[in-house]
């Protein structure tokens, strides 16, 4: 049974997303609200987050979100 969450890559089942330290960070100012680093992030960091977000919503719902598509990802300055 998966459960989700993020392993160490030396213990991380085949397939398993790497999540390199500032996508980490910028998921873990978004879960605490800290919007001054989540700002922060560039643009490579906040697609990783992005997409791991969206497939892990995806896995738990078990169906697609055909309403992403929609969604405005690009970043305003």
């Given at each position: 049974?998966?459960?989700?969450?993020?392993?160490?890559?030396?213990?991380?089942?085949?397939?398993a997303?790497?999540l390199d330290?500032?996508t980490?960070?910028?998921l873990?100012?978004?879960?605490?609200?800290?919007?001054?680093?989540?700002?922060?992030?560039?643009?490579?960091?906040?697609?990783?987050?992005?997409?791991?977000?969206?497939?892990?919503?995806?896995?738990?719902?078990?169906?697609?979100?055909?309403?992403?598509?929609?969604?405005?990802?690009?970043?305003?300055?």
């Amino acid at each position: 049974m998966q459960l989700g969450g993020v392993v160490a890559d030396a213990v991380a089942p085949p397939g398993a997303p790497r999540l390199d330290t500032h996508t980490l960070l910028l998921l873990s100012s978004l879960l605490t609200g800290d919007w001054a680093t989540a700002d922060a992030a560039d643009e490579r960091t906040r697609s990783q987050a992005s997409g791991v977000v969206a497939a892990y919503t995806q896995f738990h719902l078990d169906r697609g979100l055909r309403s992403l598509e929609h969604v405005d990802r690009r970043t305003t300055a």
